[in-house]
């Protein structure tokens, strides 16, 4: 869904993707950190969505597994696995999400504002809206200007 948005408005929307793994989760924790060591080998989405078609099933093997399968260096993996700097920016993640509000993955955003959407249509109302509210903020304060 999200695909679709921003080939629409490839100049009008930027993805900016934070982890936020539930704490009601075992492994949601591990499983960003995982995706994380994937980007590392430039696997990041793939890896990404295998997570969440497998979300009933992770533990430590399911991680690897899903590594081997993307032809990941398993070596590296490991070790990214244990990589401090990934822990961090994931801690900085929840600790933004947590400001934010959000309280469920994945979540929205627009401008800061969550946005309840459920299908590709009500999402780019929503994105049409923004859009339009930035442009009429937009030009008022060009004509304070001139």
Do not use: C
Not at 84 to 105: E, P, S
Not at 106 to 111: C, E, G, K, Q, R
Request: charged residues 30%; without cysteine.
């Amino acid at each position: 869904m999200l695909e679709q948005v921003l080939e629409k408005y490839p100049d009008q929307v930027k993805l900016i993707f934070l982890s936020f793994p539930l704490s009601n989760h075992r492994f949601s924790k591990k499983a960003a950190i995982a995706a994380f060591a994937a980007k590392k080998q430039g696997k990041f989405w793939e890896y990404h969505n295998r997570l969440f078609k497998n979300v009933d099933s992770l533990n430590e093997q399911k991680f690897l597994q899903i590594a081997r399968e993307l032809n990941l260096d398993i070596e590296r993996f490991k070790k990214d696995m244990n990589d401090l700097k990934i822990v961090a920016r994931i801690n900085q993640d929840i600790r933004l999400g947590a400001y934010l509000g959000i309280r469920a993955t994945p979540t929205v955003l627009i401008n800061g504002t969550v946005s309840r959407a459920r299908t590709l249509e009500a999402l780019q109302d929503d994105v049409e809206k923004e859009l339009a509210r930035a442009r009429k903020n937009s030009a008022v304060k060009g004509e304070k200007k001139g």
